[in-house]
């Protein structure tokens, strides 16, 4: 089981940055893909951004250029850094990761975060 603790959301103006971190601790042998997604009021769940363990990044269409996912694999840590903010960013984030319990793919799992808030006022 993998438990992923998220902070850094808050209150900031559009135009403004802010810098999500997400740490992940428990028992596993690896962690393949971080992720951070968000959900507005009355809106699904999307996808933001994603690393996996060798550098690969993808990103939501909406936040290129604004947004920059990194990772720290010795500290099991995720981050999101968030530039040039705007209204529609406004949103409970969430850190997600896809981890291996050991040397075989039967053994993969999936973990959320408990969600930050993100609000940006215009």
């Known amino acids: 089981q993998v438990q992923l603790v998220e902070s850094g959301g808050g209150l900031v103006q559009a135009g403004g940055s802010l810098r999500l971190s997400c740490a992940a601790s428990g028992s596993f042998f690896r962690i393949n893909v971080m992720a951070w997604h968000r959900q507005a009021p009355g809106k699904e769940r999307e996808l933001v951004a994603s690393i996996t363990s060798g550098g690969g990044k993808n990103y939501a269409d909406s936040v290129k250029g604004r947004f920059t996912i990194s990772r720290d694999n010795a500290k099991n840590a995720v981050y999101l850094q968030m530039d040039s903010l705007r209204p529609e960013d406004t949103a409970v984030y969430y850190c997600?990761?896809?981890?291996?319990?050991?040397?075989?793919?039967?053994?993969?799992?999936?973990?959320w975060g408990q969600g930050t808030q993100v609000t940006v006022s215009s």
């Open positions: 997600n990761a896809v981890y291996f319990r050991g040397t075989s793919y039967s053994t993969a799992g999936s973990s």
